[in-house]
């Protein structure tokens, strides 16, 4: 069955980076498109950006354009999502899903909490 | 950049209809996605393409989407129905995901 396992919660300070990896597994890596996606405590899902697992083609969000950053491993069905020069705005939990014409699998999400 | 709205909430007796609507300008032109999501988990698709069904996902539930509202339908509803549900779809112009505002499903 389709999974995408998601790297542990991380807790960072202000202006540091963050990456969260993905895992895929029970299909084939290269023939879906891998989409982040972000949620703030109590708020709507936010979209990042996605990347074509199969030619490394990548769309971001204009919001986050320039910080954030996604990329995949082939050989080791993984896609890793890199946000930069944090602020407390950015703490929520991330998710990576597939996307086939919906986002059909999803990972647990990954927290990341940005504190001084 | 395209909004959807959504009601904050909706409550239903177990065994009732519960209908959550989601309003976008002429929505009808695009794929509306629905999401379930439970407190702590991540979001499960219960809905794709308007109407579509995944696998594992009970026929109780059932899209449509018209003029500028699509509306995701849960019957007999239960318990475990409970949750968050998120309208989604792709805006070409913007090239982005967008998900709508949200709707709390509260089973009395």
């Known amino acids: 069955q389709v999974q995408l396992v998601q790297s542990g919660a991380e807790v960072k300070k202000p202006g540091a980076s963050v990456k969260v990896s993905c895992k895929a597994a029970?299909?084939?890596?290269?023939?879906?498109?891998i989409h982040w996606v972000r949620q703030a405590p109590g708020q709507r899902p936010e979209w990042m950006g996605w990347?074509?697992?199969?030619?490394?083609?990548?769309k971001y969000s204009q919001t986050l354009q320039g910080r954030v950053t996604l990329t995949a491993d082939t050989s080791a069905t993984t896609a890793y999502m890199e946000l930069s020069s944090l602020t407390s705005e950015d703490t929520a939990v991330y998710y990576c899903?597939?996307?086939?014409?919906?986002?059909?699998?999803w990972g647990q999400g990954t927290l990341v909490t940005v504190s001084s | 950049s395209y909004v959807l709205t959504q009601p904050p909430s909706v409550s239903v007796a177990p065994g009732q209809t519960a209908t959550i609507t989601c309003g976008g300008n002429?929505?009808?032109?695009?794929?509306v996605h629905w999401y379930q999501q439970r407190p702590g988990q991540a979001p499960v698709l219960v809905i794709y393409?308007?109407?579509d069904r995944p696998s594992g996902i009970p026929e109780r539930f059932s899209g449509s989407n018209s003029g500028n509202t699509a509306s995701l339908i849960i019957n007999r509803v239960e318990a475990g129905d409970e949750g968050d549900y998120y309208c989604?779809?792709?805006?070409?112009?913007?090239?982005?995901?967008?998900f709508g505002s949200g709707t709390k499903v509260t089973v009395l």
């Open positions: 899903a597939r996307r086939f014409t919906s986002l059909d699998h």
């Open positions: 029970g299909y084939t890596f290269t023939y879906y498109a």
């Open positions: 990347i074509n697992a199969g030619n490394g083609n990548t």
């Open positions: 002429n929505i009808r032109s695009k794929s």
């Open positions: 393409d308007d109407r």
């Open positions: 989604q779809v792709w805006d070409s112009t913007g090239e982005h995901h967008v």
